[in-house]
C-alpha cells in the first residue's frame, strides 16, 4: 500500500521564477493539503482540496495556487518567488469524514536562491 | 485561533532513558495526532489519539480530551529516537478541517 509520494525531492529556483510541486495521496484517501515548513518552525497549512476543488485556504498569498486531478492527486504552484518561499512543502492526505487520520509525504526541500 | 503548545521544546537523552512529552491545546478537538520528523525531514504519524491512551511498542500516548492536554511517552530510547516530535490537532471550518501544529520538542538521544 503506497503512502504519500511527492515529487521532485529537491529543488532549486531562482527569485521570480515559478514552480510546481506534486503529490499523490495515499491509496483510498480522496482528501489533499499542502504544508509549507520554513526551518526550525512547524508546518504552516497552505489549502486543501477535495474533488478538484479549494475547500479551505490558510494565510498565504494568491501566489500560492494548487490543483487536484481526477485521481485525487494535486500540484502545488508558487508564482514570483521570493526568498523566503525556500522551505519543506509538504502534502498530506486524508480520507473525508471524521475519525480518519493525516499521512504526510517526504516533503520538497525548495530553495529560492 | 486554537493554541497548541509542547513542553519541553528540547530534550536530551541518554540511551535507554525514559520521557515524556506534553502537548496542551486551548480548545476541545476531534482529531489528535503525534508525528516523528526525521533529519530527512519526513512526518512519521506515531499516534492518532484524540482521546484515551495507545501503546506501539516503547512508545504510548494518552490524551485527556476534557483536560485539553496529551502525553507522549517514549520508553527505554534508542538514538533512532532523536529528531523533532510534533503534536498536532485538527482545526475543522465549515466541515473542513486542518492539522494546526505545535512548535515541536527536539529530542536528541545520545549514545
Known amino acids: 500500500d503506497a503512502g504519500v509520494t511527492q515529487s521532485p525531492t529537491h529543488l532549486i529556483k531562482t527569485r521570480g521564477q515559478q514552480v510546481t510541486l506534486r503529490c499523490s495521496p495515499k491509496?483510498?484517501?480522496?482528501?489533499v493539503s499542502w504544508y509549507q515548513q520554513a526551518l526550525g518552525q512547524g508546518p504552516q497549512f497552505i489549502f486543501q482540496?477535495?474533488?478538484?476543488?479549494?475547500?479551505q485556504r490558510g494565510n498565504f498569498p494568491d501566489r500560492f495556487s494548487g490543483h487536484q486531478f481526477p485521481n485525487y492527486s494535486s500540484e502545488l504552484n508558487v508564482n514570483a518567488l521570493l526568498l523566503g518561499d525556500s522551505a519543506l512543502y509538504l502534502c498530506?492526505?486524508?480520507?473525508?469524514?471524521?475519525?480518519?487520520?493525516?499521512?504526510f509525504g517526504s516533503g520538497t526541500r525548495l530553495t529560492v536562491v | 485561533g486554537i493554541q497548541v503548545e509542547q513542553s519541553p521544546p528540547d530534550l536530551i537523552l541518554q540511551e535507554g532513558a525514559n520521557s515524556t512529552l506534553r502537548c496542551n491545546f486551548s480548545?476541545?478537538?476531534?482529531?489528535l495526532q503525534w508525528f516523528h520528523q526525521n533529519p530527512w525531514g519526513q512526518l512519521i504519524n506515531l499516534f492518532y489519539?484524540?482521546?484515551g491512551t495507545k501503546q506501539n511498542g516503547r512508545l504510548s500516548a494518552t490524551t485527556v480530551a476534557t483536560e485539553r492536554y496529551s502525553l507522549l511517552y517514549i520508553s527505554s530510547s534508542q538514538t533512532t529516537d532523536s529528531g523533532v516530535y510534533f503534536c498536532a490537532v485538527v482545526v475543522t471550518t465549515d466541515s473542513w478541517g486542518k492539522l494546526q501544529f505545535g512548535a515541536g520538542t527536539q529530542v536528541v538521544v545520545t549514545p
Open positions: 489519539i484524540p482521546s
Open positions: 498530506a492526505s486524508t480520507r473525508t469524514g471524521l475519525g480518519y487520520g493525516y499521512t
Open positions: 480548545d476541545s478537538v476531534n482529531n
Open positions: 482540496y477535495y474533488e478538484e476543488e479549494e475547500r
Open positions: 491509496s483510498g484517501h480522496d482528501t
